[in-house]
Nanobody, 118 residues
Framework: QVQLVESGGGSVQPGGSLRLSCVAS????????MGWYRRAPGKGSELVAM???????NYADSLKGRFTISRDNAKNTVILEMNNLKPEDTADYYC????????????WGQGTQVTVSS
């Protein structure tokens, strides 16, 4: 069984930074894509950033320059560095990965809350 566990959320003031981590555990063959979505209060889900095993990285256009995604394949970990945070970044952030067990499947973490407020 595959599990994704996020950490690093919290409350910060505008302009602050946070670092989210997501670790995959369990029995699997390979991890293809690793990334983050977010859901702000009263809004739908939004892609934040995604990275593939080939090194391709995609960001939401509105977040380029402030957010950085990276992955550590040896540790089955994906990191989201968030800088110059704004109140509109307040949301629940979810890690998602496309992982191969007997077949490829999409897995989600439980979410971690980020609040940006003065």
């Amino acid at each position: 069984q595959v599990q994704l566990v996020e950490s690093g959320g919290g409350s910060v003031q505008p302009g602050g930074s946070l670092r989210l981590s997501c670790v995959a555990s369990g029995s699997f063959v390979a991890i293809h894509t690793m990334g983050w979505y977010r859901r702000a209060p009263g809004k739908g889900s939004e892609l934040v950033a995604m990275t593939s095993s080939s090194g391709t990285i995609n960001y939401a256009d509105s977040l380029k320059g402030r957010f950085t995604i990276s992955r550590d394949n040896a540790k089955n970990t994906v990191i989201l560095e968030m800088n110059n945070l704004k109140p509109e970044d307040t949301a629940d952030y979810y890690c998602t990965e496309n992982i191969r067990t007997s077949a490829f499947g999409n897995y989600w973490g439980q979410g971690t809350q980020v609040t940006v407020s003065s």
